[in-house]
């Protein structure tokens, strides 16, 4: 087993997930989605982005001015390029994905292992499902649009 730091890019959320070596990113995204279903209960695990959290070709320290603004829900350089290639594929095993990246010393407590991208769409279909008076807002648009003589175009 390993214990693998988390981040939720873009928020606050830090935490850890344990893992055996022979497991899949597959494997850790399920983990991932039940460690933190509470805020990615509308998101489903094979649709999360998993990324190594490296930092020229090492972990990224906890104390380092990127993982301190990733704490904080900011994003930065460092975090934009670790995000910006090709996200871990499902089916590579976590020993394969450390030795491939050059990743050889073992996860430390005091590191930032992953960081985990929400894909904008699932996100923003999660907030429009929670949209109930959708119809009232374009009845309501209809009405002003009438009443003031403009025509506002509403998405159907």
């Known amino acids: 087993m390993v214990?693998?730091?988390?981040?939720?890019?873009?928020?606050?959320?830090?935490?850890?997930?344990?893992?055996?070596?022979?497991?899949?990113?597959?494997?850790?995204?399920?983990?991932?989605?039940?460690?933190?279903?509470?805020?990615?209960?509308k998101i489903d695990a094979p649709d999360l982005k998993i990324f190594l959290a490296t930092k020229d070709g090492a972990w990224l320290q906890a104390d380092d001015p990127a993982a301190?603004?990733?704490?904080?829900?900011?994003?930065?350089?460092?975090?934009?390029?670790?995000?910006?290639?090709?996200?871990?594929?499902?089916?590579?095993?976590?020993?394969?994905?450390?030795?491939?990246n050059g990743v050889t010393e073992q996860p430390m407590p005091n590191q930032v292992h992953v960081l985990v991208k929400v894909p904008f769409e699932s996100n923003k279909r999660a907030r429009l499902e929670e949209i109930e008076d959708v119809p009232r807002i374009r009845v309501w648009n209809n009405a002003m649009s009438y009443l003031l003589g403009l025509r506002i175009e509403t998405n159907k």
Do not use: H
């Open 3 to 41: 214990k693998l730091l988390c981040a939720i890019v873009g928020s606050k959320e830090l935490f850890s997930i344990n893992i055996a070596r022979s497991a899949t990113v597959g494997d850790s995204k399920v983990e991932i989605k039940k460690r933190y279903d509470n805020i990615l209960k």
């Open 68 to 100: 301190l603004k990733l704490a904080n829900g900011e994003i930065n350089t460092v975090i934009k390029e670790a995000t910006s290639g090709n996200p871990l594929l499902a089916t590579w095993p976590i020993d394969v994905v450390l030795a491939e």
